[in-house]
Protein backbone atom coordinates (compact mmCIF):
# COMPACT_ATOMS: atom_id res chain seq x y z
CA UNK A 1 0.00 0.00 0.00
CA UNK A 2 1.70 3.06 -0.91
CA UNK A 3 2.35 5.54 2.15
CA UNK A 4 3.33 9.21 2.30
CA UNK A 5 6.61 9.15 -0.11
CA UNK A 6 5.66 6.81 -2.46
CA UNK A 7 2.27 9.18 -3.26
CA UNK A 8 3.97 12.20 -3.08
CA UNK A 9 6.61 10.37 -5.58
CA UNK A 10 3.67 9.65 -7.57
CA UNK A 11 2.37 13.03 -6.88
CA UNK A 12 5.38 14.98 -8.58
CA UNK A 13 5.45 12.45 -11.21
CA UNK A 14 1.80 13.04 -12.55
CA UNK A 15 2.28 16.77 -12.29
CA UNK A 16 5.97 17.22 -14.61
CA UNK A 17 3.65 15.16 -16.89
CA UNK A 18 0.43 16.31 -17.20
CA UNK A 19 0.66 20.58 -15.24
CA UNK A 20 -0.65 22.88 -17.76
CA UNK A 21 -3.13 19.85 -19.74
CA UNK A 22 -6.56 20.75 -20.45
CA UNK A 23 -8.56 18.32 -19.75
CA UNK A 24 -10.92 17.36 -23.51
CA UNK A 25 -13.15 14.14 -22.52
CA UNK A 26 -13.73 11.65 -19.23
CA UNK A 27 -14.43 7.85 -19.64
CA UNK A 28 -15.39 6.17 -16.37
CA UNK A 29 -16.72 2.59 -15.54
CA UNK A 30 -19.20 3.81 -13.50
CA UNK A 31 -18.13 1.24 -10.83
CA UNK A 32 -19.89 2.64 -7.86
CA UNK A 33 -16.77 1.67 -5.44
CA UNK A 34 -14.42 3.47 -7.19
CA UNK A 35 -16.01 6.84 -7.20
CA UNK A 36 -16.92 9.33 -3.97
CA UNK A 37 -18.30 11.54 -5.88
CA UNK A 38 -21.25 11.41 -8.84
CA UNK A 39 -19.38 10.11 -12.02
CA UNK A 40 -21.80 12.92 -13.33
CA UNK A 41 -19.72 15.48 -11.07
CA UNK A 42 -16.43 14.29 -12.21
CA UNK A 43 -16.76 14.55 -15.52
CA UNK A 44 -18.69 18.03 -15.44
CA UNK A 45 -16.09 19.44 -13.26
CA UNK A 46 -13.23 17.62 -15.63
CA UNK A 47 -14.04 18.43 -18.95
CA UNK A 48 -12.42 21.20 -20.67
CA UNK A 49 -10.65 22.27 -17.60
CA UNK A 50 -7.22 22.88 -17.25
CA UNK A 51 -4.69 21.73 -14.84
CA UNK A 52 -3.03 23.91 -13.35
CA UNK A 53 -1.13 21.66 -10.86
CA UNK A 54 -0.66 18.13 -8.94
CA UNK A 55 0.25 17.80 -5.28
CA UNK A 56 -0.05 15.58 -2.17
CA UNK A 57 -2.15 16.11 0.45
CA UNK A 58 -1.89 13.27 3.25
CA UNK A 59 -1.94 10.23 0.97
CA UNK A 60 -4.15 11.73 -1.21
CA UNK A 61 -3.31 13.05 -4.84
CA UNK A 62 -5.23 16.57 -5.65
CA UNK A 63 -5.03 17.85 -8.86
CA UNK A 64 -5.89 21.96 -9.17
CA UNK A 65 -8.06 22.83 -12.04
CA UNK A 66 -8.60 26.12 -13.60
CA UNK A 67 -11.22 27.33 -16.47
CA UNK A 68 -10.41 29.64 -18.84
CA UNK A 69 -7.56 30.67 -21.33
CA UNK A 70 -3.95 28.80 -21.25
CA UNK A 71 -2.36 31.07 -18.52
CA UNK A 72 -2.83 30.20 -14.77
CA UNK A 73 -5.13 32.86 -13.05
CA UNK A 74 -3.73 35.84 -11.52
CA UNK A 75 -3.14 35.92 -8.11
CA UNK A 76 -6.62 37.46 -6.60
CA UNK A 77 -8.45 34.32 -8.36
CA UNK A 78 -6.29 31.70 -6.99
CA UNK A 79 -7.50 32.50 -3.41
CA UNK A 80 -11.15 32.07 -4.65
CA UNK A 81 -12.47 28.86 -4.57
CA UNK A 82 -11.75 26.22 -7.21
CA UNK A 83 -12.58 22.78 -8.20
CA UNK A 84 -10.10 19.24 -7.02
CA UNK A 85 -9.98 16.23 -8.79
CA UNK A 86 -8.88 14.28 -5.74
CA UNK A 87 -7.35 10.82 -6.09
CA UNK A 88 -6.50 7.94 -3.11
CA UNK A 89 -4.23 5.08 -4.84
CA UNK A 90 -6.20 2.87 -2.09
CA UNK A 91 -3.77 -0.57 -1.65
CA UNK A 92 -2.78 -1.08 -5.98
CA UNK A 93 -4.36 1.98 -7.97
CA UNK A 94 -2.19 3.60 -9.79
CA UNK A 95 -2.20 6.64 -12.83
CA UNK A 96 -0.55 6.41 -15.97
CA UNK A 97 -0.26 8.79 -18.03
CA UNK A 98 0.14 7.37 -21.95
CA UNK A 99 -0.26 7.38 -25.59
CA UNK A 100 -3.62 7.41 -26.57
CA UNK A 101 -3.10 4.51 -28.51
CA UNK A 102 -1.92 2.19 -26.01
CA UNK A 103 -3.35 -0.64 -25.32
CA UNK A 104 -6.62 -0.21 -22.03
CA UNK A 105 -5.40 -2.63 -19.29
CA UNK A 106 -7.80 -4.65 -17.34
CA UNK A 107 -9.24 -3.10 -14.41
CA UNK A 108 -9.11 0.89 -15.65
CA UNK A 109 -11.74 2.80 -14.01
CA UNK A 110 -10.91 6.30 -15.66
CA UNK A 111 -9.79 7.57 -18.66
CA UNK A 112 -8.94 11.55 -18.98
CA UNK A 113 -8.02 12.52 -22.68
CA UNK A 114 -5.13 15.40 -22.29
CA UNK A 115 -4.77 18.24 -25.00
CA UNK A 116 -1.62 17.09 -25.83
CA UNK A 117 -3.28 13.72 -27.23
CA UNK A 118 -2.36 11.41 -23.86
CA UNK A 119 -4.14 9.76 -21.31
CA UNK A 120 -3.67 9.63 -17.97
CA UNK A 121 -4.94 6.27 -16.73
CA UNK A 122 -6.76 5.27 -13.11
CA UNK A 123 -6.22 1.48 -12.97
CA UNK A 124 -7.33 -0.23 -9.64
CA UNK A 125 -7.34 -3.71 -9.58
CA UNK A 126 -8.96 -4.62 -6.26
CA UNK A 127 -10.89 -1.22 -6.31
CA UNK A 128 -9.73 0.48 -2.83
CA UNK A 129 -8.75 3.52 -4.72
CA UNK A 130 -11.61 6.09 -4.85
CA UNK A 131 -11.63 9.50 -6.89
CA UNK A 132 -13.63 12.50 -6.11
CA UNK A 133 -14.25 16.32 -6.41
CA UNK A 134 -13.69 19.14 -4.15
CA UNK A 135 -15.23 22.12 -4.45
CA UNK A 136 -13.16 23.82 -2.50
CA UNK A 137 -9.59 23.69 -0.48
CA UNK A 138 -9.46 19.78 0.09
CA UNK A 139 -8.16 18.72 3.52
CA UNK A 140 -7.19 15.20 5.00
CA UNK A 141 -8.24 14.61 8.34
CA UNK A 142 -5.41 14.83 10.59
CA UNK A 143 -2.11 17.09 10.34
CA UNK A 144 0.50 16.38 7.73
CA UNK A 145 3.18 14.73 8.73
CA UNK A 146 5.72 17.30 7.17
CA UNK A 147 4.03 20.25 8.04
CA UNK A 148 2.91 20.16 11.52
CA UNK A 149 5.93 21.94 14.26
CA UNK A 150 7.35 19.83 16.70
CA UNK A 151 5.00 20.92 19.42
CA UNK A 152 1.90 20.16 18.28
CA UNK A 153 3.47 17.28 17.05
CA UNK A 154 4.13 16.33 20.49
CA UNK A 155 0.92 17.86 21.72
CA UNK A 156 -1.35 15.12 19.01
CA UNK A 157 0.67 12.18 20.87
CA UNK A 158 1.25 12.92 24.57
CA UNK A 159 -2.48 12.74 25.26
CA UNK A 160 -3.04 9.46 23.29
CA UNK A 161 -3.59 6.35 25.52
CA UNK A 162 -2.90 4.25 22.58
CA UNK A 163 0.09 2.31 21.77
CA UNK A 164 2.42 4.94 19.65
CA UNK A 165 2.27 2.93 17.01
CA UNK A 166 -1.37 2.59 16.53
CA UNK A 167 -1.82 6.43 17.31
CA UNK A 168 0.92 7.41 14.66
CA UNK A 169 -1.04 5.15 11.96
CA UNK A 170 -4.53 7.05 13.01
CA UNK A 171 -5.20 9.20 10.35
CA UNK A 172 -7.00 11.56 12.54
CA UNK A 173 -3.95 12.63 14.35
CA UNK A 174 -1.80 12.46 10.91
CA UNK A 175 -2.67 12.00 7.33
CA UNK A 176 -0.57 9.45 5.08
CA UNK A 177 1.93 7.72 7.76
CA UNK A 178 1.54 3.63 7.19
CA UNK A 179 3.25 0.90 8.53
CA UNK A 180 6.63 1.15 6.89
CA UNK A 181 7.36 4.83 8.39
CA UNK A 182 5.77 4.17 11.76
CA UNK A 183 8.29 1.20 12.54
CA UNK A 184 11.25 3.18 11.20
CA UNK A 185 10.96 6.52 13.00
CA UNK A 186 9.90 4.46 16.50
CA UNK A 187 13.41 2.74 15.57
CA UNK A 188 15.02 5.52 15.17
CA UNK A 189 13.72 8.01 18.05
CA UNK A 190 14.54 4.19 20.01
CA UNK A 191 10.75 3.92 21.59
CA UNK A 192 8.98 0.48 21.69
CA UNK A 193 6.05 0.85 19.16
CA UNK A 194 3.67 -0.69 22.67
CA UNK A 195 4.42 2.09 24.60
CA UNK A 196 1.10 4.51 25.46
CA UNK A 197 1.42 8.16 23.89
CA UNK A 198 0.92 9.01 27.96
CA UNK A 199 3.90 7.06 28.98
CA UNK A 200 6.62 9.47 26.38
CA UNK A 201 8.27 11.74 27.69
CA UNK A 202 8.72 15.36 25.78
CA UNK A 203 12.50 14.12 24.79
CA UNK A 204 11.28 10.99 23.51
CA UNK A 205 8.31 12.87 21.71
CA UNK A 206 10.58 15.68 20.35
CA UNK A 207 13.40 12.73 18.83
CA UNK A 208 10.21 10.77 17.36
CA UNK A 209 9.12 13.86 15.39
CA UNK A 210 12.77 14.29 14.10
CA UNK A 211 12.86 10.85 13.19
CA UNK A 212 9.88 10.74 11.21
CA UNK A 213 10.50 13.61 9.24
CA UNK A 214 13.63 12.29 9.11
CA UNK A 215 12.37 8.82 7.39
CA UNK A 216 9.95 10.66 5.33
CA UNK A 217 11.73 13.22 3.70
CA UNK A 218 14.88 10.41 2.92
CA UNK A 219 12.72 8.04 1.44
CA UNK A 220 11.20 10.71 -0.87
CA UNK A 221 14.11 11.93 -1.81
CA UNK A 222 15.30 8.23 -3.01
CA UNK A 223 12.01 7.97 -4.59
CA UNK A 224 11.44 11.33 -5.94
CA UNK A 225 13.12 10.70 -9.50
CA UNK A 226 11.16 12.57 -12.04
CA UNK A 227 9.39 10.55 -15.01
CA UNK A 228 7.79 12.20 -17.45
CA UNK A 229 4.99 10.04 -19.15
CA UNK A 230 4.66 6.81 -17.47
CA UNK A 231 3.94 6.73 -13.90
CA UNK A 232 3.35 3.69 -12.05
CA UNK A 233 3.10 2.60 -8.69
CA UNK A 234 5.67 -1.16 -8.94
CA UNK A 235 7.40 0.75 -11.77
CA UNK A 236 8.75 3.34 -10.11
CA UNK A 237 8.36 2.87 -6.41
CA UNK A 238 10.31 -0.48 -6.33
CA UNK A 239 12.67 1.15 -7.54
CA UNK A 240 13.74 3.48 -4.84
CA UNK A 241 16.69 2.14 -2.63
CA UNK A 242 14.77 3.23 1.21
CA UNK A 243 17.15 1.81 3.77
CA UNK A 244 14.89 0.23 5.89
CA UNK A 245 16.25 -0.61 9.54
CA UNK A 246 13.68 -2.80 11.02
CA UNK A 247 10.18 -2.84 8.73
CA UNK A 248 9.84 -6.57 7.28
CA UNK A 249 13.39 -7.79 8.65
CA UNK A 250 11.86 -10.17 11.26
CA UNK A 251 14.96 -12.36 12.78
CA UNK A 252 17.71 -10.57 11.07
CA UNK A 253 20.51 -8.47 13.21
CA UNK A 254 19.65 -5.14 14.44
CA UNK A 255 21.51 -2.59 12.00
CA UNK A 256 22.66 -1.10 15.78
CA UNK A 257 22.98 -3.94 17.92
CA UNK A 258 23.01 -7.67 16.10
CA UNK A 259 20.07 -8.45 18.15
CA UNK A 260 17.55 -9.95 16.13
CA UNK A 261 14.44 -7.91 15.05
CA UNK A 262 11.14 -8.87 16.85
CA UNK A 263 7.93 -8.74 14.96
CA UNK A 264 4.62 -8.06 16.79
CA UNK A 265 0.95 -7.47 16.07
CA UNK A 266 -0.01 -4.95 17.20
CA UNK A 267 -4.17 -3.92 16.88
CA UNK A 268 -4.13 -6.14 14.11
CA UNK A 269 -0.69 -5.08 12.40
CA UNK A 270 2.52 -5.67 12.54
CA UNK A 271 5.28 -3.86 14.05
CA UNK A 272 8.99 -4.24 13.79
CA UNK A 273 11.10 -3.46 16.86
CA UNK A 274 14.27 -4.23 18.37
CA UNK A 275 14.22 -5.05 22.17
CA UNK A 276 17.22 -3.70 23.21
CA UNK A 277 17.80 -0.43 21.42
CA UNK A 278 13.96 0.50 21.86
CA UNK A 279 12.85 0.74 25.23
ZN1 LIG B 1 19.26 -3.04 18.35
Redesign the pocket.
Known sequence: MPELPEVETIARGVAVSVRGERVESVWLSGRKQTLNSPPRAIARTLEGARIDDVHRVGKHIVFELSRGGDVPPPKKEQSAPHPQFIVHLGMTGSLTVVPADKETAKHTHAVLKLSSGRELRFVDPRMFGKLAIAKDRFRAPGHEPLDVGAEAFAALFKRTKAPIKSALLNQKLLSGVGNIYADEALFRARVRPRRRGTTLTHAELHKLFEALQAVLNESIKAGGTTFSDYVDAQGEWGNYQFDLRVYGREDEP?V??K?PIKRIVISGRSAHY?R??QS
Open positions: CRCTCKC
